[in-house]
């Protein structure tokens, strides 16, 4: 399959998305019901309103991600869309897997317990209660249901917000060499090429970091817990998208023009450089330096 048909392929794409959103718009009443009606079941169900809930929903929607590559890298259909040939994803034994999801799980676990979460819609006298425990189990969730068009937006929006604030600490724990060394190194640390476990492996000060981060990014603008659900699977998705080690021709990277996101191949070259496409998804601010660099370098 040549160049052009992968072109077709991702303008295919778009009329798609756009179609989507599209049939969204005309469609937004009977998603707005939808979600009415599923809100006010899963809002008062126990599992949902457990202080652990999205902790939970972050290792299980992992977990279940990991197997994508794993049968990518092991089927050898998609080996041409390697970025580097020698990129392989080892199968973890099962000790190891069980001690990487207690390394993961036991500080945000521990920031679930010690941590009272207050959401958009959610009153002070609702807390009142909450407020007198030190060890917190149970959300306290609002009883309304979030507007679909804000869910969306506020998806986006905080995507937008996380990717901007990361770049700066990324670039931080890249350009001071104590902060490299004692933090970040290990996420560099990658002899067998780049694959998708190395997304989680991240010194716990980077990865209470990036959970808190992306906490904020959320509750600045007022997500309602449901936006909060959904921003994990499409969240994750991406994250480990960009250190599959793969350059698929139909990646979100090449559907978005104009170069806006930077996808797998950008984020690729930072792991194997280091100087360069510190944003995790989008590329404005990583354009604004190369430029600047390439501007300085000349005059000099």
């Given amino acids: 399959m040549g160049a052009n048909f992968w072109q077709t392929t991702v303008w295919f794409l778009r009329m798609l998305c756009l179609t989507g959103m ?9 998603l707005q019901k939808q979600v009415d009606e599923l809100w006010e079941v899963v809002h008062q169900h126990w599992f949902y309103r457990l202080a652990y809930f999205e902790t939970i929903c972050v290792v299980v929607y992992y977990t279940l991600f990991l197997w994508i590559p794993f049968a990518i890298d092991y089927s050898h259909v998609f080996d041409r869309f390697k970025l580097e040939p020698k990129d392989t994803v080892p199968m973890p034994s ?4 069980i001690m990487e999801a207690i390394v993961y799980v036991l500080p945000l ?30 959300r306290i969730l609002p009883k309304s249901s979030p507007d679909v068009r804000m869910v969306v937006f506020h998806l986006v929006l905080s995507l937008i917000i996380y990717d901007f604030l990361i770049f700066f600490q990324h670039y931080c ?9 004692n933090i970040h190194s290990c996420h560099h640390n990658h002899h067998k090429g780049l694959h998708i476990r190395i ?5 716990i000060v980077e990865r209470v970091s990036i959970v808190l981060t992306a906490n904020f990014a959320l ?3 007022g997500s309602h817990p449901f936006t ?4 994990i699977p499409f969240f994750v998705s991406l994250l480990s998208e960009s250190h599959m080690g793969y350059d698929f021709p139909w990646s979100y990277d090449k559907i978005i023009p104009l170069g806006i996101m930077g996808g797998a191949k950008a984020h690729h070259a930072h792991h194997f450089s280091g100087t360069k496409n510190f944003q995790p ?19 000099n």
């Fill in 22 to 30: 599209v049939l969204f718009l005309l469609n937004v009443d009977i």
């Fill in 94 to 97: 099962v000790p190891q897997f």
């Fill in 109 to 138: 676990a521990t920031l679930d317990t010690m941590m009272l979460k207050k959401y958009a819609g959610v009153t002070e006298e609702d807390l009142v209660d909450v407020r007198k425990n030190w060890i917190q189990t149970e």
């Fill in 173 to 181: 724990l890249h350009k001071n060499r104590w902060l490299y060394d």
């Fill in 199 to 203: 997304t989680n492996n991240l010194n």
């Fill in 219 to 221: 509750k600045v603008i």
């Fill in 228 to 231: 909060r659900t959904l921003f």
């Fill in 281 to 299: 998804f989008f590329t404005y601010i990583d354009n604004v330096i190369m430029k600047r660099t390439m501007k300085t370098e000349h005059i």
